[in-house]
């Protein structure tokens, strides 16, 4: 599949793939504990995903992986429940960058930096496939603010201990994926009466099903099937 991005229809290339991988590896690890102690997924802080079970979220992990680094005619859809689950990757490349900082000082040298130096290496590359580069209005506006992050990124280095600054960082790799953060919204359109939800949906320019659309479900019989694509999916690949 392709990802529509505010760029235009693109898969993620190079040191950006490679990073997206190692967090789409990391979470579907994740999932494997879950599934030999039947413990609750972790919590990534994005309501959407945190909210459905393994089983799902292995699911909606094969569809992201299969929207950002598979190619072809067809782009995922933007539904609140896919965006939740692209957000949740990067936020996971956030939390490991938190726990990789904690645990520097007894971290052997050759993954000291791992989660710091894939994030700084992906925003550096920005390799991208299939954009649009057409100059309207929005495309010039996000050039202005990608002249103010590479300021703000010249003296980052892989050493940094500054978690706020590498939070950052991935917010604006996310940026380049995710339009905005609509599938936040969720609990406060639950919580609005019905004409209110309607109305805000429309000034947002919110489709009426971009919250109602259901994650995948798969059978037991489907499980092995889903982590072995994801095993494949992610497995690094030659630059």
């Known amino acids: ?21 190692q967090s789409i590896s990391t979470m579907a690890d994740e999932l494997i504990s879950c599934r030999e102690t039947d413990e609750s997924p972790w919590e990534y802080g994005v ?11 292995l699911a909606m992990l094969d569809l992201l992986a299969n929207g950002l680094l598979e190619s072809t005619r067809e782009t995922v859809e933007l539904t609140g429940i896919n965006e939740a689950g692209v957000a949740a990757v990067y936020q996971n490349v956030s939390q490991q960058i938190e726990l990789e900082i904690e645990l520097e000082t007894v971290s052997p040298p050759e993954v000291r930096y791992q989660w710091r ?26 050039l202005t603010l990608q002249s103010t992050e590479d300021s703000a990124v010249e003296d980052l280095r892989q050493e940094c201990a500054e978690l706020e600054r590498w939070q950052w960082l991935v917010e604006c790799l996310a940026d ?11 609990e406060e359109m639950i919580d609005a009466p019905p004409e209110r939800a309607a109305a805000m949906r429309a000034a947002l320019g919110i489709t009426p099903g971009y ?29």
């Open 1 to 21: 599949m392709t990802w529509h991005t505010p760029s235009g229809d693109r898969i993620l290339l190079g040191r950006e793939a490679e990073l997206i991988r």
């Open 47 to 57: 309501t959407l995903f945190d909210e459905l079970s393994w089983q799902q979220q």
């Open 117 to 142: 130096a894939a994030a700084l290496n992906a925003y550096l590359e920005s390799e991208v496939i299939g954009a649009s580069r057409q100059a309207d209005r929005l495309v010039r506006e996000r």
């Open 176 to 186: 380049r994926i995710l339009w905005d953060r609509d599938f936040d919204l969720v």
């Open 211 to 239: 919250y109602t659309a259901i994650a995948p479900d798969p059978t037991e019989t489907q499980i092995d099937t889903l982590f072995d694509s994801l095993q494949k999916l992610t497995r690094s690949k030659p630059r």
